[in-house]
């Protein structure tokens, strides 16, 4: 391969990395995409390809897709890039500006593989849908109603940049009427439109409205856990007798009332993160009876 077709790639490689990355949730898969693709462009004859931009993002749209479809029959899908850190107060605050969203990816685990290609790489990376449409093998019209299909689905709002001590206060306050039943105290702290993702070992269940989601506001048990930032938003891990991880949730707040509450239940995915140890019993001493 050519000095200049080296570098070429190189200075795509981020770009490529971050779709990778988007569409498939792990860094470790994107890596190995990326991998992947440049393998294929070594064994292509480069005068044969009149743009290695759209070129080298086909190669990885089908990649990635393959690798969603792999994960139909695999479904310990990686969440290994969600940042879960323990909230610490303030200072942690800065330290996750450029985390995945979890509400985003458990969103996106709910997405046939189609559906989530065609999301990610027109809404988040201005792909032309005539090009996604290639990638999939479908028509620029196919790939439009995929992608639209999956907007509806994801629905996130945008987490905000930092998280501020009024946020910690009302998942503080939600977790406490959750704790004690206090239906009320629940619908005062909602939004009306909130929505409610839990991705579950049987798939991902999604719940809508204030009423509906205070009706079933015990998650896991996830009041007893332990205060953490997931992804940089406030949230609670919960965990087994035994340490096994039991949950996950974060919690997005806006304007003083909960817009999002984002949940993995799953074990294996729970496995797959990065998690804080869990709080030592009482009477322990360094984890130790």
């Not at 462009?41 to 080298?56: F, K």
């Not at 953490?228 to 035994?242: D, F, K, M, Q, T």
């Not at 799953?266 to 019993?281: G, T, V, Y």
Request: aromatic share 4%; charged share 25%; proline share 6%.
């Amino acid at each position: 391969m050519s000095d200049r077709l080296t570098e070429t790639f190189e200075a795509q490689r981020d770009r490529l990395r971050a779709v990778a990355r988007r569409v498939l949730g792990s860094h470790a898969d994107a890596e190995d995409v990326v991998q992947e693709a440049w393998l294929r462009l070594s064994r292509q004859d480069a005068a044969s390809i009149e743009n290695l931009e759209g070129w080298l993002t086909t190669v990885v749209g089908r990649i990635s897709l393959d690798v969603l479809r792999t994960r139909r029959s695999r479904p310990e899908a990686p969440y290994e890039e969600i940042v879960v850190t323990v909230d610490d107060g303030p200072e942690t605050d800065a330290e996750l500006a450029d985390s995945v969203g979890l509400a985003l990816l458990v969103v996106l685990e709910s997405l046939g593989p189609g559906e989530r290609l065609a999301f990610v790489l027109h809404d988040l990376f201005a792909v032309p849908f005539e090009e996604i449409g290639r990638i999939l093998g479908k028509s620029t019209a196919a790939a439009k109603m995929l992608a639209s299909r999956a907007r509806r689905k994801v629905r996130t709002p945008a987490p905000p940049a930092a998280t501020g001590a009024s946020q910690r206060e009302v998942v503080q306050a939600f977790l406490t009427a959750a704790r004690d039943g206090d239906f009320e105290g629940l619908l005062r702290l909602l939004d009306p439109e909130v929505r409610l993702t839990v991705d579950t070992p049987d798939g991902v269940v999604v719940v809508l409205g204030a009423t509906n989601v205070a009706a079933g506001a015990r998650f896991g048990a996830a009041n007893d856990g332990r205060r953490v930032l997931v992804g940089g938003l406030p949230g609670v891990v919960a965990w087994r007798e035994g340490g096994t991880p039991l949950s996950v949730v974060a919690f997005t707040v806006t304007d003083g009332r909960i817009t999002n509450i984002a949940a993995v239940a799953d074990p294996a995915k729970l496995a797959s993160m990065n998690l804080p140890e869990p709080p030592s019993p009482p009477g322990t001493v360094g984890g130790a009876r």
